[in-house]
């Protein structure tokens, strides 16, 4: 609504509406988003030049004019912006001053300082919009009388916002609910999924599993007495192992719905075939060796490397070739698809990585591959281990509701000793809180057990939290 009150804000958003829709309409051939990306990109040097501290020593030697190319040598000699640029660089990595921002979040700060990531007006409507336009396809498909709860980690984050921003251009009726907040709180939390009769849920994958757990503790089945159809699930890995199973516990549809970070904001969001889609009117991608920072060559139509973004507009903290430290598959577009767009698979953060029967594996690709034999859990972890003989071997804790096991397909064992060459059983366990902390910590410190090594910061980190909200 604040836009009726700004003229040149309204115009903003009416070009960014109409963009998207025409885009996702098949309205954009390859020449015209490439133009758009080397405009932007010289718009963006341009600006980040003339209003960052930071920008200003960093692309002084950078001249938006000799960008003619996306992919050209001008282009790929602008030197990377790091996660140590950002949380040494601070407030002097931002174009606008906190005044011109319209609100302020922060980094969560468990694992490294919180870095500063205002938000002005058309950052917020560059994003949401993008997100407005790619779940209009989700929504549309499950009524009217929809209720959409937003359960986000904390009221420095932008989730609530975003997502209730979203709802609201789609006429959907929203009720933000934090769990984790001691005014809030589970049992509060589950009354309200009752009685609202919330139909829809925006939450990490962790949540979903915590609050299933909680509404089957207070003798209740998530798939009978509730009405929660779809599940918008981010902030964490999200296989689609994972994704299958959390929508068979509650009975509903349940997608990988946004890749962002509170730094970079939205990179991907789904459409309605489950599908992880890029938003290539707001961003410019590359995909790098994680070691090298040098681009990946496509093999079959697929990057595989560490993503790099850059914004394609110019809000409070546009960055330039920002390095996002996650390992990702970039899958050329297919005009056949919900959205006219590559499709993007996020196989977790690069240092999450883990070799396991000395094969490298990303946990994407480890969950997807233990999870696609089970069903019916309420939650996982994965221990490493090694036998007398030295050889690594997993076992696979699931834990269940009371007197219903879950299923498990007996050829987990000869499928996993095929891929990773290593022995898999499966066992039963209750993980208490450290399975929740994926979000805030890290999906390996969630959701992994490595005896082989020793306890690292980020798990130690992820067990204090872990006991923290857990405590009476």
């Known amino acids: 609504m604040f836009t009726i009150f700004n003229e040149e804000l309204a115009e903003v958003a009416r070009r960014f509406r109409d963009d998207h829709r025409e885009f996702a309409a098949g309205g954009w051939d390859a020449d015209r988003l490439e133009a758009h990306r080397v405009a932007s990109l010289r718009a963006t040097v341009a600006y980040t030049r003339e ?3 930071f920008y200003r020593e960093r692309l002084a030697h950078v001249d938006p ?4 190319s996306s992919a050209g040598a001008a282009w790929t000699s602008v030197p990377f912006t790091t996660k140590d640029d ?3 660089a601070r407030h002097d990595m931002l174009c606008r001053p906190l005044s011109k921002a319209w609100i302020f979040y922060e980094t969560t700060g468990t694992t490294g300082a919180a870095t500063p990531c205002p938000r002005d007006n058309v950052d917020s409507l560059a994003n949401n919009t993008v997100l407005t336009v790619h779940y209009d396809t989700i929504f549309r498909r499950h009524g009217d009388d929809q209720v959409i709860g937003v359960s986000g980690p904390t009221e420095l984050h932008a989730f609530g916002d975003t997502f209730g ?15 984790h907040s001691p005014m809030v709180g589970f049992d509060r939390a589950i009354t309200v999924l009752r009685e609202l009769g919330i139909t829809g849920l925006f939450c990490t994958p962790g949540m979903a599993l915590t609050l299933a757990k909680r509404v089957r503790a207070a003798g209740l089945d998530p798939r009978r007495d509730l009405r929660v159809r779809v599940l918008m699930l981010t902030g964490e890995l999200a296989s689609p192992e994972l994704l299958a199973n959390i929508g068979e516990v509650w009975g509903a549809r349940a997608y990988n719905a946004l890749y962002a970070s509170q730094e970079a904001s939205v990179l991907g969001a789904a459409g309605e075939d489950g599908g992880l889609y890029t938003a290539p009117l707001i961003n410019h991608y590359e ?3 994680p070691i090298t920072g040098a681009p990946t060559a496509a093999v079959g139509g697929v990057r595989t490397g560490e993503l790099v973004v850059t914004a394609l507009y110019q809000g409070a903290k546009p960055l330039v070739r920002y390095r996002t ?8 577009g297919d005009a056949a698809a919900t959205l006219p767009a590559d499709r993007l698979e996020v196989l977790g953060r690069t240092r999450d990585e883990l070799v396991v029967g000395g094969r490298p594996i990303s946990g994407y690709d480890l969950e997807n591959l233990l999870l696609g034999h089970v069903r019916g859990y309420l939650d996982y972890q994965v221990v490493i281990d090694t036998d007398g003989a030295g050889a690594d071997r997993l076992v696979l804790k699931l834990e269940a509701a009371e007197g219903e096991p879950p299923r498990v397909d007996p050829a987990i064992r000869e499928h996993c000793r095929d891929v990773l060459g290593v022995d898999v059983s499966v066992g039963h366990d209750r993980f208490g809180s450290i399975t929740g902390t994926g979000a805030m910590v890290s999906w390996k410190a969630a959701r992994v057990v490595d005896n082989r090594s020793e306890v690292d910061a980020e798990t130690a980190t992820a067990r204090a939290l872990a006991s923290a909200r857990s405590a009476p």
């Open 325 to 332: 430290g996650d390992l990702v598959r970039l899958t050329a």
């Open 86 to 88: 950002l949380r040494s």
């Open 51 to 53: 209003n960052s501290p």
């Open 65 to 68: 004019a000799g960008i003619t």
């Open 165 to 179: 921003d979203v709802c609201r251009n789609l006429g959907l009726a929203v009720a933000k609910m934090w769990p």
């Open 287 to 289: 995909v790098v060796d």
